[in-house]
């Protein structure tokens, strides 16, 4: 069940053609230019920053109602949800139909912020279920349902390192992310690949190279949740900014305006504001 002990050489394997637990390995970035920036480098800070996992708890559990018309040979879906087109969509190559078979009313919503956008197991049962039965079957989830099936977030264990030179600037910064995306892959379970720009920060930062891997734990499926990668990423370069300023012997903001991209030169507005 540990992220990081995922990847150690005895863990038992959570699937048997995965070895070491491995899902994927991303990567991006220039390795060579930020290697080169590390070798020149006056200082080195590294740290290794572990972002715990989080549950979305949403006020409402999951539910769902199927309904089977045999006559027009269609099913309606009564569920909570955030995407109700892409979700038809998906639900249609689950349950083996065309998209046009399948109706998704989205009512209200208590709760979700990613946790709910993706479909989960009881969904397509419940439709399949009522035309099984020639009724419709509603499913709702318990509290105590919901912590052990419902999608959670986070769970990354970060080793990080920034490069500078004897003036306290930038020259490279590099990572290296093991995250979970628990026993089963849900879709957009690659999250933490989706924004790792907001590694950058806004600093003038030269070279960056960022590898992240997956890894399958005896957990709860990852997804979107609060944020979509970006809370991670912009938590471990900030922390790394001032674990910096802390070994140089400076005031944070004093390395954060030697390092800051001025706003005129930002290809976007970042709606912050700069002294």
Not at 90 to 106: T, W
Not at 115 to 130: D, G, Q, R
Not at 162 to 187: M, S
Request: neutral net charge.
């Amino acid at each position: 069940v540990s992220t990081e002990g995922a990847v150690a050489p005895d863990a038992p394997r959570v699937w048997d053609d995965c070895p070491g637990n491995v899902c994927f390995v991303h990567e991006v970035g220039d390795k060579a230019a930020v290697e080169a920036a590390f070798a020149r480098a006056e200082r080195i800070v590294n740290r290794r920053l572990v972002i715990n996992r989080v549950t979305a708890a949403a006020m409402e559990p999951r539910g769902a109602i199927g309904d089977y018309n045999p006559a027009e040979d269609r099913y309606t879906c009564y569920t909570v949800l955030q995407r109700t087109h892409a979700y038809r969509a998906d639900l249609a190559q689950i349950i083996g139909v065309p998209e046009a078979r399948i109706r998704v009313v989205a009512g209200d919503i208590g709760g979700s912020f990613g946790m709910k956008s993706a479909v989960y197991n009881e969904v397509a049962l419940c439709l399949l279920a009522s035309k099984q039965l020639g009724r419709p079957v509603k499913w709702t989830s318990t509290r105590s349902e919901a912590f052990l099936s419902d999608a959670q977030a986070r769970d990354h264990v970060t080793e990080a390192e920034l490069a500078l030179d004897r003036d306290g600037h930038f020259l490279a910064f590099r990572t290296k992310t093991i995250a979970a995306v628990g026993a089963y892959a849900q879709a957009a379970s690659n999250v933490f690949v989706m924004n790792l720009g907001t590694l950058a920060g806004v600093y003038r930062t030269p070279a960056m190279h960022a590898e992240v891997t997956a890894v399958f734990s005896n957990t709860n499926p990852m997804r979107p949740y609060r944020g979509n990668g970006r809370p991670e990423f912009a938590y471990v370069i900030e922390r790394m900014v001032d674990e910096a300023a802390a070994e140089i012997g400076i005031d944070p903001i004093e390395l954060r305006r030697r390092n800051t991209i001025p706003p005129e030169a930002m290809p976007f507005k970042t709606g912050l504001i700069f002294t």
